[in-house]
């Protein structure tokens, strides 16, 4: 009798221990809240990642200004917020098969909240052949991903021109900057940083195009009328991979002898712009976008904030040379083999996307006229450069005033973009 005793006590320990690891809510979670099953941006607690760690009393978590604390009840979580002192409402959360889910209310609106643990991340990063069936001409949350990728592996692929054609020259997707993606990047969360470094970036035909007028956000009026009485058309280039150069199709006798070297670059490097945001291809903006900088070529790293889960990652616009300012409208628009790598830097938000390459820090800055986006790259910087190095208002004023650079990347779409630049150099004599 004893020993059956001692069996069934071993047993209900044995299951009580299973329970209680069953119902262990600590560590990382990517979660969701929806009110009446949509996103609602003016709630406090929105997508995002969720540590929760384990204290005597329960568990605890931060987010943001929000601290969420969270008490037992036999195998569910009540999570209650708190922002300032003051509630801010709170959930009773069920754990099965891995997975969060619960409701409850934020402010007063009832919500329900979903959770998963982030996916496991291969032994070794992997290099995905991604051959595109199709393209998009949008920036959107709403895309389903073509690939789940997880940060260190890298993507090799295709991109086409801006009017949608292949490397036969072959049309596959409407004209306007048709984008290669989106790709899920594996525990991308809303306030961490994509880093896409470009490392491979090259032109794969033997033409392009480009429209044979200066753009007319370029040009006074007066210039403009002038020009009224010419043809609107587009100049054909020929590009010689193996020399590394284009040269004009059919050029006048002043342009004959004019060579350019090549430098292939994305016009457009995004991720799905923040709420529910869809905005078109030809849109730049802190999501990245059609920044049209020449900057953004093989060699180079890209550091993008991210907004949505996943981050969502597309690209396109290739172009085999472009001067600042892509004055006509466009660059040398052609089709271009791409390689990226991916990765990821958790919880660190940047305002606007920066660029690295051998020589340069860069931050794009973009608005409405070419004012409002040198004022967003300096702000940036500025911003930069405190986080950074630790620098004071005093200290920026004296470095930028001596190191700053400024590049005109882009004046012809809706939106401008200044790209505000500092040598590594200059960079290399302050101390951290």
Not at 180 to 190: L, N, S
Not at 226 to 255: Q, R
Request: with cysteine.
């Amino acid at each position: 009798m004893n020993k059956l005793v001692s069996l069934s006590a071993a047993l209900l320990l044995l299951s009580s221990g299973a329970a209680l690891a069953a119902t262990d809510f600590s560590g990382t979670w990517e979660f969701s809240v929806r009110e009446f099953g949509d996103h609602n941006f003016y709630l406090p607690l929105t997508d995002g990642r969720l540590v929760l760690e384990k204290r005597a009393s329960g568990y605890v978590a931060h987010n943001g200004p929000l601290t969420l604390n969270g008490t037992p009840d036999k195998d569910d979580l009540k999570l209650d917020c708190e922002q300032g002192g003051k509630s801010c409402g709170g959930f009773a959360l069920k754990l099965s098969g891995g997975q969060l889910s619960g409701s409850g209310t934020l402010s007063g609106i009832p919500v329900t909240f979903t959770g998963r643990r982030p996916a496991a991340r291969p032994a070794a990063a992997t290099v995905h052949d991604y051959d595109p069936k199709g393209f998009h001409n949008f920036y959107s949350p709403a895309i389903a991903p073509v690939m789940r990728i997880f940060p260190g592996d890298s993507i090799k692929t295709r991109t086409l021109d801006s009017r949608g054609q292949d490397f036969d020259g072959k049309p596959r997707a409407p004209r306007g900057n048709p984008l290669t993606g989106p790709f899920y990047v594996e525990g991308a969360m809303p306030g961490d940083t994509l880093v896409v470094h470009l490392d491979k970036v090259r032109t794969n035909r033997d033409s392009a195009y480009q429209t044979n007028l200066i753009a007319s956000t370029a040009l006074e009026s007066g210039y403009l009328r002038e020009l009224a009485k010419h043809d609107a058309g587009f100049t054909s280039w020929k590009i010689d991979a193996a020399a590394g150069t284009a040269t004009i199709v059919n050029p006048s006798g002043k342009m004959g002898a004019y060579t350019i070297k090549l430098s292939p670059m994305l016009g457009c490097v995004g991720v799905a712009p923040p709420r529910d945001e869809v905005l078109g291809s030809g849109h730049l903006g802190p999501f990245g976008g059609n920044m049209d900088s020449p900057q953004v070529r093989e060699g180079a790293t890209l550091y993008i904030p991210v907004f949505q889960p996943g981050a969502l990652l597309y690209f396109g616009d290739g172009h085999a040379q472009q001067g600042e300012g892509e004055l006509p409208g466009q660059g040398l628009e052609t089709s271009l083999d791409v390689q990226l790598t991916v990765n990821l830097v958790q919880s660190k938000a940047l305002a606007q996307p920066r660029l690295e390459n051998s020589d340069y820090v860069m931050i794009m800055g973009n608005g409405v006229t070419v004012d409002a986006a040198m004022k967003s790259a300096t702000t940036e910087m500025s911003r930069w450069l405190a986080d950074a190095y630790g620098l004071t208002p005093q200290d920026i004023a004296a470095f930028l005033g001596t190191a700053m650079e400024y590049d005109i990347a882009e004046v012809v779409d809706s939106e401008y973009g200044v790209t505000a630049k500092v040598r590594k150099d200059a960079l290399a004599q302050l101390r951290k």
